[in-house]
T-cell receptor, first 115, second 113 residues
């Protein structure tokens, strides 16, 4: 069974802090994703990576960066946290194979509060 | 880029009735359409998906239909049960986007017993 593990379920940080959210998957997936989930807005893609050291901007990358030094680990970084970044953050991973996209598997999420 | 619209935003049904959630997409090149169920406080879980080479797929009480011409796809849940209560998300993607999924805004389904 696919396991996507996010380092924290709940996190409280202060405005201006640098925040790291970690995600690890154990299925040797090539693709990894970071989303934020806000009520009424669904899941919005922040960044994704299709290989080690590769990264692509999603729909809302402003204020965020990512790091993928190892295939199994994808980190989301809030360079200088702001209150509008209070949200639920979800990590996901998937294989890259064949002509069709493959299912994405999600972690449990990190509920981040910026005070 | 791809845009996915999902309706309704909330849906209440009586236990045993059917529920239908509809999504439309904008990019005719989209070829993969998953549906996710998210229970309160839990991760989104894939419940069914369909690829553009088929028009319908069924798994027990849930089914998905795809109309490529009209660019819409629907989730059908029959004989609803209280445990079906959750938020349901549709999504669409193409390989051009590197497996990026574009999600609908979600539908809150309440099954009343």
């Amino acid at each position: 069974d696919v396991k996507v593990t996010q380092s924290s379920r709940y996190l409280v940080k202060r405005t201006g802090e640098k925040v790291f959210l970690e995600c690890v998957q154990d299925m040797d997936h090539e693709n990894m994703f970071w989303y934020r989930q806000d009520p009424g807005l669904g899941l919005r893609l922040i960044y994704f990576s299709y290989d080690v050291k590769m990264k692509e901007k999603g729909d809302i990358p402003e204020g965020y960066s990512v790091s993928r030094e190892k295939k199994e680990r994808f980190s989301l970084i809030l360079e200088s946290a702001s209150t509008n970044q209070t949200s639920m953050y979800l990590c996901a991973s998937s294989h890259r194979q064949g002509p069709y996209s493959q299912p994405q598997h999600f972690g449990d999420g990190t509920r981040l509060s910026i005070l | 880029g791809e845009n996915v619209e999902q309706h309704p935003s909330t849906l209440s049904v009586q236990e045993g009735d059917s529920a239908v959630i509809k999504c439309t997409y904008s990019d005719s090149a989209s070829n993969y359409f998953p549906w996710y169920k998210q229970e309160l406080g839990k991760r989104p879980q894939l419940i069914i998906d369909i690829r553009s080479n088929v028009g319908e797929k069924k798994d027990q009480r849930i089914a998905v239909t795809l109309n490529k011409t009209a660019k819409h796809f629907s989730l059908h849940i029959t004989e609803t049960q209280p445990e079906d209560s959750a938020v349901y998300f549709c999504a669409a993607t193409t390989m051009e986007y590197g497996n990026k999924l574009v999600f609908g805004a979600g539908t809150i389904l309440r099954v009343k017993s």
